[in-house]
C-alpha cells in the first residue's frame, strides 16, 4: 500500500535520504581508519564507527521505505474538510482554549517536520477526518470527555 506524502515533504525526503548517504559513506571511512589501529576486540573508536554504521544504516531503510508513496500536491487548494495535509484548528468549547492538530502521514511524523501533528491513522484524526468548519466534535480520553467547535482549516502546503 502507497503512504500519502505531502509534494513539500517528499524533497526534504530525498535530501534527508542523500545526506544519510553521505553519512554512510564518511562512517565507512571512519571504519577503515579504526580499523587500521590494530586490535578489533579493545578498539572502542571501531566498535562505536560499527555502531553508528547499523544506526545509519537503519535509518536509510526507514527513509527509503517512504519513497514508494502517493505524492498528494494541496498547494494552491483550500480545503473545506479535514483531510490528510490539514490543519484544523478545535476550540474547547468549555474552556475556549485552541487547539491545532496538523493532520500528516507517517513520513511527515518520521522526519519531524510539524508542530502538533497528529498522523491520518489516529483516533483524534479519525474523528476529525471529513468534518468542516462550524461542526461540533466530541472526544474521549480515557475518562475525560471533551467537545469542542471546528474553527478553521487550512491546507499544510
Given amino acids: ?46 566498535h562505536s564507527a560499527r555502531e553508528r554504521q547499523v544506526l545509519l544504516l537503519e535509518r536509510m531503510q526507514r527513509l ?32 475556549e482554549t485552541s487547539h491545532t492538530y496538523n493532520l500528516i502521514g507517517p513520513a511527515e511524523f ?3 517536520l510539524l508542530p502538533d501533528m497528529v498522523t491520518i491513522a489516529a483516533p483524534v484524526a479519525r474523528l476529525l477526518i471529513g468534518k468542516r468548519v462550524g461542526d461540533i466534535v466530541s472526544f474521549k480520553f480515557g475518562s475525560n470527555d471533551w467537545t469542542g467547535n471546528i474553527t478553521e482549516i487550512r491546507g499544510l502546503e
Avoid: H, W
Fill in 64 to 95: 527509503k521505505s517512504y519513497q514508494n508513496c502517493r505524492i498528494i500536491d494541496l498547494s494552491g487548494s483550500v480545503p473545506e474538510r479535514v483531510s490528510f495535509g490539514t490543519s484544523v484548528t478545535v476550540v474547547d468549547s468549555t474552556t
Fill in 1 to 46: 500500500m502507497q503512504v500519502p506524502v505531502l509534494k513539500s515533504t517528499y524533497k526534504i525526503l530525498n535530501e534527508k535520504i542523500a545526506a544519510t548517504k553521505q553519512d554512510i559513506n564518511e562512517n565507512s571511512k571512519d571504519i577503515g581508519k579504526a580499523a587500521s589501529l590494530g586490535d578489533l576486540k579493545e578498539n572502542s573508536a571501531y
Fill in 110 to 112: 518520521e522526519l519531524d
